[in-house]
């Protein structure tokens, strides 16, 4: 069995098999400029990963190890949420927080970006390569990874809001009555009128649905006046980083 010496902390240790080597490596005990020799290999001391038949990978064990995670959790997870805000109707949390909570698909792709990517430019340092490759990570691994996450996304969520019916939300959906209510307000403050508050939509109906558009009517309860609104529904297309996977957008009209 051919055995290897390495260096560490100025002293010579060894016999070690390849095997034990290369654990020693993946647990960042030794790393790619751990010097290195066996006899049968001509016994020159040599960097760990310039030994040929002896380095590891180039890949990180992160990217050997997580991708699953992160390549199919991440979207499946974010395509979860997406479709659960657009089908939830009578939930007053997701009604009263809408705004925020749109962005929660978009934050968790990118969160999940920055958390790989930052673990794999650790594993780069503690091994010691090259402080190129942990920058090719950033620039060209985080666009290719965030882009592949997001349309992944978009694809699950559309394979399982278009069968049932919810490629535009309802006209009772929580994030379609939260947009009316905050549209509303804001015409409201236009007009000099910054004490109205929109408090309900109720009595919701659906005029038409044509493509990507859905027209509906309510009534709209304020601490004023109750008016009577109708309002559209617009899936602007599966576009990058808006609030939404599908970028739905309300318009208002108060009668």
Same mark, same amino acid.
């Given at each position: 069995?051919?055995?290897?010496?390495?260096?560490?902390?100025?002293?010579?240790?060894?016999?070690?098999?390849?095997?034990?080597?290369?654990?020693?490596?993946?647990?960042?005990?030794?790393?790619?400029?751990?010097?290195?020799?066996?006899?049968?290999?001509?016994?020159?001391?040599?960097?760990?990963?310039?030994?040929?038949?002896?380095?590891?990978?180039?890949?990180?064990?992160?990217?050997?190890?997580?991708?699953?995670?992160?390549?199919?959790?991440?979207?499946?997870?974010?395509?979860?949420?997406?479709?659960?805000?657009?089908?939830?109707?009578?939930?007053?949390?997701?009604?009263?927080?809408?705004?925020?909570?749109?962005?929660?698909?978009?934050?968790?792709?990118?969160?999940?970006?920055?958390?790989? $990517?930052?673990?794999?430019?650790?594993?780069?340092?503690?091994?010691?390569?090259?402080?190129?490759?942990?920058?090719?990570?950033? $620039?060209?691994?985080?666009?290719?990874?965030?882009?592949?996450?997001?349309?992944?996304?978009?694809?699950?969520?559309?394979?399982?809001?278009?069968?049932?019916?919810?490629?535009?939300?309802?006209?009772?959906?929580? $994030?379609?009555?939260?947009?009316?209510?905050?549209?509303?307000?804001?015409?409201?403050?236009?007009?000099?009128?910054?004490?109205?508050?929109?408090?309900?939509?109720?009595?919701?109906?659906?005029?038409?649905?044509?493509?990507?558009?859905?027209?509906?009517?309510?009534?709209?309860?304020?601490?004023?006046?109750?008016?009577?609104?109708?309002?559209?529904?617009?899936?602007?297309?599966?576009?990058?980083?808006?609030?939404?996977?599908?970028?739905?957008?309300?318009? $208002?009209?108060?009668?």
């Amino acid at each position: 069995m051919e055995s290897w010496s390495y260096q560490r902390d100025g002293a010579i240790v060894g016999p070690a098999s390849k095997e034990e080597l290369a654990a020693l490596f993946e647990a960042g005990e030794i790393n790619r400029q751990t010097l290195v020799r066996s006899v049968s290999a001509g016994g020159e001391w040599k960097r760990y990963g310039e030994v040929q038949g002896l380095a590891p990978s180039r890949f990180p064990r992160t990217v050997k190890r997580l991708w699953p995670w992160f390549m199919l959790g991440t979207p499946l997870a974010a395509a979860l949420i997406d479709v659960f805000l657009v089908q939830s109707t009578g939930n007053a949390f997701v009604e009263k927080n809408a705004a925020l909570l749109s962005y929660a698909p978009t934050a968790l792709n990118i969160l999940a970006a920055i958390l790989w $990517l930052v673990l794999i430019t650790l594993e780069f340092r503690k091994k010691a390569q090259k402080s190129v490759s942990g920058m090719a990570v950033w $620039l060209i691994a985080a666009p290719l990874y965030l882009t592949f996450s997001w349309w992944t996304t978009v694809f699950i969520s559309n394979r399982i809001n278009v069968p049932l019916g919810f490629r535009v939300p309802s006209c009772q959906a929580d $994030l379609a009555k939260s947009q009316v209510k905050a549209a509303f307000e804001r015409n409201a403050a236009k007009a000099g009128q910054t004490d109205v508050k929109a408090i309900a939509l109720t009595e919701t109906s659906q005029q038409w649905l044509a493509g990507r558009i859905r027209m509906c009517v309510g009534k709209l309860e304020t601490n004023a006046q109750t008016y009577s609104v109708r309002y559209e529904i617009e899936d602007h297309g599966n576009r990058l980083f808006l609030r939404t996977m599908h970028g739905y957008f309300v318009s $208002l009209l108060v009668k």
